[in-house]
């Protein structure tokens, strides 16, 4: 069947050897009627001359050095009302460009993409590697992909930049070719495909044309930090003081907040852009980087905290190479201590980077799609909160990361990440099982060790969830045999040997594992995190004292291994008790400190508190802390902590207000509160709560609540008081 004609505009400025491959592959697929325009660098003969034995071809030399500009002098000079906008370092291979021109037979569909090895976006695809040895095996895997993948289109939120159609029209109604073309603008006025059964490889180098980085007008500044957020007001301040010394500019993108976050953001001198939520995280983050002016881009969520040398860092960005570095980032887990980190690269240049994926997003060569990778800083790490079991829990991060997994895997893109991530977030909302049945399907197929790895990780702390040691122990097992570092394996033996009660096997791996080791996936590894095997262990084996002051100097030294329950039972096991945490942690550690005690049992936690307040008297992390958990206190440890608040200008978050107002209190202990707060501190705006309370009252528990009050709030109780009986 005769398709429509098509207009292809190719940009070029690497190798000869490339284009000619390029051209190759260009012949092979054009019609008799298509055209095709060639827009290449001033004095660039060697690229001329690749052009001889090209069907009719209209040649542009650029001088611009910018890509958007090539796209429209390109477009210029063509006619037809589909046009390819193709990378001259690209190879197609059989009739892709009939492929990419029958998408549009749907008159809905105003751009379309092939498959493409090597480009960021949805287009993405990792060839293996017998179809890379040379352009006849490409041809040949093309081949056998386009048969498997025959008829196949996906509907998508954006494309790459290596290789597109696109209607003419819509382009040029979305304000035409900029140094990326305007996807969200199109998305407006069609549907964006891939297009499964057309496949390329993009075989250019760092000459690649598409490497021309964004415009700005004025001088750039040296860092930009970049950031997107929604309802993050109990965190944000924190983060914001923090990393403001690094950066020369903050950018927020808002996602749609309904707290203080915008104005907080604002406050803090941020340039805010209220934005939107489309379920994808990799899209929100380019968002918000399109905003940003900075040479070099800070990536900063809303609850982490930034720590280090900012001068060193600015020093260091100003005079390397390097197109992206890696930051410590250490992830506070529940029980408040530095738990699994990772060297991840939150640094890049902004020219040559763009995030990828909807979930778990990964900083990509904003032209291969490729993992940016650069050396390690030791002057910036960030400390992550966000997976505490307090923020999991309020923000819902186990149903949404699910929910977010699931689309991307429908997506069905290839991505062998989609099947990884879908595995870890059912982990993480508790749906072990399900994580296992995820992660036995997905190591069917092979995408090599790194893959696996990540795979079986997860099926090791599913099974433990699970008590199935036996599963455990196979994939650790496994996971040795793809491990070119013993590290992971070791880590998660050491919980499997405790899950199974060999306390003592447990330790042995402790004791030689390294005080800091990274596995082959830059997650990164401490002795320190086993911790809670090693004191937990030393109590099995009977050695109370031993774990007692094991755990004495990991306090000492800030890290946090148990949660506070835990922690209380092993020190009073060692003859003290929690309120020894107020010597022992030092100050740089109180905020992990906190974290943990907010998600402990209340009376264990107001007893940590009640020790910190008395050695940092004033201290408001404390009271916030207090604040927090003030409902759930008793009546009579709530009226002294709403003293303290009150006196430090917080009477906004009284401990008895929150009490009085706590449904899932009795109506008697709700009431008190109110009548409290009402007669100690002349609180009007408690008095709906208190006639609520008073009124939920049982009649036969009326005179005993009566009488409480006459103690703790006479004046209140001698306004209810029943009247005399006249006689």
Not at 52 to 68: F, K, L, M, W
Not at 355 to 373: C, F, K, M, P, S
Request: negative net charge; charged residues 25%; glycine residues 8%.
């Amino acid at each position: 069947m005769s398709r429509a004609s098509v207009s292809v505009i190719v940009t070029a400025s690497g190798s000869p050897e490339d284009f000619r491959a390029c051209l190759a592959g260009l012949r092979n697929a054009l019609g008799p009627r298509d055209e095709v325009v060639c827009v290449l660098p001033a004095g660039r003969a060697d690229l001329s001359s690749e052009l001889r034995g090209t069907p009719p071809v209209a040649t542009v030399e650029d001088t611009s050095g910018d890509q958007g500009t090539r796209w429209s002098a390109g477009l210029a000079q063509t006619t037809h009302p589909v046009v390819v906008l193709l990378d001259g370092d690209a190879v197609g291979a059989g009739p892709w460009l009939d492929r990419l021109a029958e998408a549009f037979d749907d008159p809905d569909v105003v751009a379309a993409g092939p498959r493409c090895h090597r480009s960021s976006g949805p287009q993405w695809v990792d060839l293996p590697d017998e179809a890379a040895h040379s352009t006849a095996d490409f041809r040949a895997y093309a081949r056998h992909w386009s048969r498997e993948h025959r008829r196949k289109i996906t509907i998508v939120d954006r494309l790459g930049p290596v290789c597109v159609a696109v209607r003419r029209d819509a382009l040029l109604q979305a304000g035409g070719p900029g140094p990326e073309l305007p996807y969200q603008a199109l998305r407006t006025t069609g549907r964006l495909v891939v297009v499964h059964d057309a496949l390329f490889a993009h075989i250019g180098g760092d000459r690649c044309v598409l490497r021309t980085p964004a415009a700005i007008s004025g001088e750039a500044p040296l860092l930009s930090v970049s950031m997107i957020v929604k309802d993050e007001e109990e965190v944000l301040a924190e983060c914001l003081a923090a990393v403001r010394p690094f950066a020369d500019e903050i950018v927020v993108y808002d996602t749609g907040s309904t707290d203080r976050t915008v104005a907080i953001a604002r406050e803090h001198g941020a340039r805010v852009i209220e934005g939107y939520w489309d379920d994808h995280f990799g899209d929100a983050r380019n968002r918000s980087l399109a905003h940003c002016r900075g040479e070099w881009i800070l990536m900063v969520d809303a609850d982490e905290v930034a720590s280090g040398d900012p001068e060193a860092l600015r020093a260091y960005l100003a005079g390397t190479s390097e197109r992206a570095v890696l930051v410590p980032l250490a992830s506070l887990e529940g029980r408040g201590y530095t738990g699994q980190g990772a060297l991840t690269p939150r640094l890049f240049r902004r020219a040559d980077a763009r995030y990828h994926g909807r979930l778990h997003e990964q900083v990509v060569d904003a032209v291969t799609g490729d993992n940016l990778i650069g050396p390690a800083t030791s002057d910036l790490e960030l400390a992550h909160s966000g997976y505490t079991r307090d923020r999991f829990v309020a923000k819902d991060k186990g149903a949404r990361n699910v929910h977010l997994a699931k689309l991307a895997e429908d997506e069905r893109t290839n991505d062998p990440r989609a099947a990884q991530n879908l595995a870890r977030s059912l982990m993480f909302a508790g749906r072990a099982r399900e994580a296992i049945d995820v992660c036995t399907a997905a190591l069917a197929e092979d995408h090599g060790p790194l893959y696996r790895q990540t795979l079986l990780y997860v099926v090791v702390s599913a099974a433990l969830a699970l008590d199935d040691v036996d599963t455990a122990r196979a994939a650790v097992e496994d996971l040795r045999s793809v491990s070119g570092s013993p590290v992971l394996a070791d880590f998660v033996e050491t919980q499997v040997r405790y899950a199974a009660g060999d306390h003592a096997g447990a330790l042995r791996i402790i004791e030689a594992f390294p005080e800091r080791g990274t596995d082959d996936r830059l997650m990164v590894f401490s002795r320190a995190q086993l911790a809670v095997f090693e004191i937990l262990g030393l109590c099995e084996l009977g050695r109370h004292r031993d774990a007692a002051d094991r755990l004495r100097g990991y306090l000492g030294r800030g890290e946090l291994p148990l949660d506070v329950p835990q922690t209380a039972r092993v020190l009073e096991a060692g003859g003290t008790g929690v309120a020894e945490l107020a010597d022992l942690v030092p100050e740089r550690s109180l905020r992990r400190l906190l974290i943990a005690v907010a998600e402990a049992p209340p009376e264990l936690a107001d007893d940590v508190l009640e020790a910190l307040w008395r050695r940092r008297d004033g201290d408001r992390r404390i009271l916030a802390v207090a604040a927090r958990i003030g409902g759930q206190l008793r009546l009579i440890r709530a009226m002294e902590w709403s003293a303290r608040l009150r006196q430090h200008g917080l009477a906004e978050r009284c401990t008895l207000r929150a009490l009085a107002a706590d449904p899932q209190r009795s109506s008697r202990d709700r009431a008190l509160a109110a009548a409290i707060a009402v007669e100690l501190f002349a609180d009007q705006d408690v008095l709906p709560a208190l006639a609520d309370a008073l009124a939920d009252v049982p009649d036969e528990e009326g005179p005993a609540v009566l009488d409480e009050l006459r103690v703790f709030a006479p004046g209140i109780a001698a306004a209810i008081e029943p009247a005399p009986v006249q006689r």
